[in-house]
């Protein structure tokens, strides 16, 4: 899963349970003497949020930093698999760039 959160301008990418629910952040590398100039790098990485099972998230949505409270603001991850009856699921990610 690809969301991009527009106020930050952060392109998260999200991995299902076929990597353990890992994310990271996307960017553009714009050193100059970089290799990789121009291309996609990880600029964060994340395990999957603590407490929650390794389940097949196959999308992902994060809240409005007007929704955010103690730094925080919603995420949410939507489960393919409905483990347990619940098809969505709902977190926090931080509200400033990393």
């Excluded at 899963?1 to 991995?15: G, K, V």
């Excluded at 100039?37 to 809240?63: D, H, K, S």
């Excluded at 925080?72 to 939507?78: G, M, S, T």
Aim: proline letters at 5%; aromatic letters at 8%; glycine letters at 12%.
């Amino acid at each position: 899963e690809l969301t991009f959160d527009d106020e930050l301008q952060q392109l998260w990418a999200i991995c299902d349970d076929g990597c353990s629910g890992r994310s990271a952040i996307l960017k553009v590398d714009g050193a100059p003497a970089s290799p990789t100039l121009g291309r996609f790098i990880v600029g964060q990485r994340y395990e999957r949020p603590t407490g929650m099972a390794n389940l097949n998230n196959e999308g992902f949505a994060v809240g409005r930093q007007a929704e955010c409270v103690g730094g925080r603001k919603p995420a949410y991850w939507a489960d393919d698999s409905e483990t347990l009856g619940f098809a969505l699921r709902r977190g926090t990610v931080s509200c400033s760039a990393p």
